[in-house]
């Protein structure tokens, strides 16, 4: 049966409190190219923390150096994903500023590059330290944005477009692998939610902004000051990120050698292992025969459907409802509060809930959506369409919230640094194909209703209510039977130990899924 817990002695201060400017204890990797590769913890790192694991933590300390964390880790990704979602609506400001007259746009112009750089994406990731390649990728990103205000026609557009999404496909599941790296799985959904609500932020920021752009007098057509001006900040971003945020806990100068340690053994229970670059071909092998990895694809695809559309014909129809241009743009601020308030009820929740309430939680902060696409469909007066409007989309509104918890249910409940890689990949594979599909269901003809269109995201997000009751059985079921292997002594196993390899989480006795409203979860600030 399971090792039974001895009670923990207290670590001495001094036992690893060694000079913070000491070498780092991870491993170099040989060759010209290795200086560009991730560093693995070393082998005294990870004698050190098998030993601490065997010890009780002083809470105090934990505390304090998780404030350190919060400050260093939460501000730089809630500004990243800011302007990471500002430049997912570009082409939506830009639309109401006339983008697609000038370079003759259908929906066929919106990129494909985010769909197919997912998955190698999220095997470089593994390959490359984790900071330093989302730096690199959005100083990219930004400087493919600055071009696209150059664009003569649709040849133009779609190529940058193209690229552009190949590079932006590193940031969803690049924040989410920083926070699962820095936080325990019961703290992931409360700054998964932090750095999530940016996205409100960029919304309504985005809106001032292109109210700004709309009211001066510009030398050039207002669309491309969008593009220009996103551009150059994302760049400049990227730059500040590369600098200061470190690659992992095993290699930060922001921290003492013993604070490292703490860092990653106060993670110990989560039964993660350690992070590492190698691949795992039985974890890859694992991850394609696993029903979750296809629930979690389906998950990321209904729940993207609709933001798909609304996110490029979102300002198209809310200038339907009778707003003009510029009132149309600053709509996006009571939208992008909506989002903040939405996402902070249900980290609220989430924090209070009694356990097992997780994925309830999901499917009730997604009902609103329903009601709201129902309302955008078939209310008449224009004060009703767009309070639906408020509670539709993945950019706008409830459904921001079941995502944020359900990308902590990813980020928790996969065992393994390849599986886990891959799992991210198939989630935001389906996020990228939900939004290319999510265009073609509005159709031009029925501009500026697209009665189509919002009846299908409706239908979408009705089946990520199924998706997302789907994935609980599945977990649910699946904890049940290793409860009942340990009870029956059929399974043994020592979670100091498990807790320290690169197992998957079919292989390692000691994983459980998580499906409680975690009461840890609480900001530090």
């Known amino acids: 049966m399971a090792s039974v817990k001895a009670e923990k002695p207290q670590v001495e201060q ?17 060759g010209l190219l290795g200086y560009f590769l991730k560093r693995d913890p070393g082998a005294d790192f990870i004698a050190d923390l098998s030993d601490m694991n065997a010890t009780e933590l002083d809470q105090a300390e934990v505390k304090r150096i998780e404030r350190k964390i919060e400050w260093l880790i939460l501000p730089a990704l809630s500004v990243c994903y800011m302007f990471y979602y500002v430049d997912k609506t570009t082409l939506s400001y830009a639309a109401i500023f006339g983008i697609k007259k000038d370079l003759n746009l259908g929906k066929s112009e919106y990129a494909v590059g985010w769909l197919g750089w997912a998955i190698p994406t999220n095997m470089l990731m593994q390959k490359f330290p984790l900071n330093k390649y989302l730096a690199v990728n959005i100083f990219v990103w930004g400087v493919l944005l600055m071009a696209q205000a150059a664009s003569r026609n649709f040849t133009d557009i779609a190529i940058l477009r193209t690229l552009s999404g190949a590079a932006e496909a590193v940031a969803d599941p690049a924040f989410v692998l920083i926070t699962s790296t820095w936080y325990t ?23 001032l902004l292109g109210f700004g752009i709309g009211e001066s007098s510009p030398y050039l057509a207002h669309w491309k000051y969008e593009f220009l001006i996103i551009g150059a900040l994302c760049a400049a971003w990227s730059i500040f990120l590369y600098l200061v945020v470190p690659d992992s806990p095993y290699e930060s100068h922001w921290f003492t050698r013993r604070e490292r340690l703490i860092i990653v053994s106060r993670k110990r229970d989560d039964q993660n292992g350690t992070d590492n670059r190698r691949w795992d071909a039985s974890q890859v092998l694992e991850a394609f025969l696993d029903i979750k990895i296809y629930l979690f694809f389906l998950f990321g695809f209904t729940a993207n459907v609709p933001n798909g559309g609304t996110s490029n014909f979102g300002t198209l129809i809310v200038q339907g409802f009778g707003f003009n241009t510029f009132e149309t743009t600053l709509m996006q601020i009571p939208y992008g509060t909506v989002i903040v308030l939405f996402i ?10 009694p356990p097992g309430n997780r994925t309830y939680l999901m499917v009730a902060t997604n009902i609103p959506t329903v009601f709201g696409f129902s309302m955008v469909a078939w209310a008449k007066p224009k004060a009703a369409r767009l309070i639906g409007f408020c509670d539709t989309d993945e950019t706008q509104g409830a459904s921001n919230a079941t ?3 359900g990308l902590s249910l990813v980020s928790g409940n996969v065992g393994g640094q390849t599986k886990k890689a891959l799992a991210s990949a198939a989630v935001f594979l389906g996020v990228a194909t939900g939004n290319i599909v999510g265009p073609f269901l509005f159709l031009d003809r029925q501009a500026p209703t697209y009665i189509t269109g919002v009846v299908a995201c409706m239908v979408s997000r009705i089946l990520e209510i199924v998706v997302i009751l789907a994935l609980r059985l599945v977990f649910v079921l699946a904890n049940r039977k290793r409860d009942r292997a340990v009870a029956e002594g059929r399974v043994e196993y020592d ?19 998580v499906l409680v409203s975690l009461l840890h979860g609480v900001i530090l600030f």
């Open 14 to 30: 001094h036992e690893y409190a060694l000079d913070p400017a000491a070498p780092v204890d991870v491993e170099h990797p040989s």
């Open 185 to 207: 799985r019961a703290q992931q959904p409360s700054r998964i939610g932090v750095w999530y609500c940016s996205n409100g932020i960029g919304i309504a920021l985005g809106g």
């Open 495 to 513: 979670e100091r130990e498990t807790a320290l390899q690169d197992l998957s989480d079919w292989k390692n006795p000691a994983f459980r899924y």
């Open 403 to 405: 995502f944020v918890v």
């Open 344 to 353: 902070l009820a249900a980290i609220y929740a989430n924090n209070r809930l």
